[in-house]
């Protein structure tokens, strides 16, 4: 697969990502300062670098796990129909949970993903995006917290990729084709 040339522009630098996950962290605490171990479900790939930052500044006995929905493949295209690829090890059921997601966008995959781990009866079930383009909304879906809302713009970095590129990105930039 061949792509069309492209430059990132910075739009969120990297202190400012982390000085926003440092607040989200602390509202996460208040929110569950009485569980006595929180899964963390990080929401695969996309959210691998802002789990691993998001967990760091938790002050809260925490499991982590992964689960990996099917979304873009290596396009720009949102697929409405979201598949498990890959299921959570543990159990939830009982549990306080945190769902961690990269970017809402649709809301399809949040949706989804929520409606399906609800069934499982966990205690209390919560969500956390980094990123939001509420513009682009197609179901009525919000992350109970947000690092961040933009515009509809493509967006690489911070773990998060155009046609698997970009994730190692320490900042959140826009993508420009040239
Ligand atoms: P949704 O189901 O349309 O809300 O899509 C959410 C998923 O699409 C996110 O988890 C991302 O993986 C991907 N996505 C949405 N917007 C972007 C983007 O700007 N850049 C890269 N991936 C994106
Ligand atoms: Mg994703």
Request: charged content about 30%; glycine content about 6%.
């Amino acid at each position: 697969m061949t792509h069309d040339p492209y430059v990132i522009d910075e739009m969120i630098s990297a202190k400012s990502i982390a000085a926003r996950i440092e607040d989200l962290a602390k509202t996460i605490q208040t929110e569950f300062k009485d569980t006595d171990k929180l899964v963390v479900v990080g929401l695969l790939r996309g959210s691998f670098v802002f789990i691993a930052d998001l967990v760091r500044e938790l002050d809260l006995p925490v499991e982590v796990d992964f689960l990996e929905a099917s979304s873009y493949g290596d396009g720009m295209e949102s697929s409405r129909e979201v598949r498990i690829l890959k299921d959570l090890r543990g159990q939830i059921e009982g549990r306080d949970v945190l769902v961690v997601e990269d970017i809402v966008d649709t809301g399809h995959t949040l949706h989804q993903v929520i409606d399906m781990l609800n069934t499982r009866h966990p205690r209390k079930l919560k969500s956390i995006a980094l990123l939001d383009k509420p513009s682009r909304r197609e179901v009525d879906m919000r992350a109970d917290w947000t690092g961040f809302e933009i515009p509809d713009e493509f967006v690489v970095g911070y773990g998060i990729d155009y046609a698997q590129r970009n994730r190692n990105l320490p900042f959140i930039g826009k993508v420009r084709f040239t």
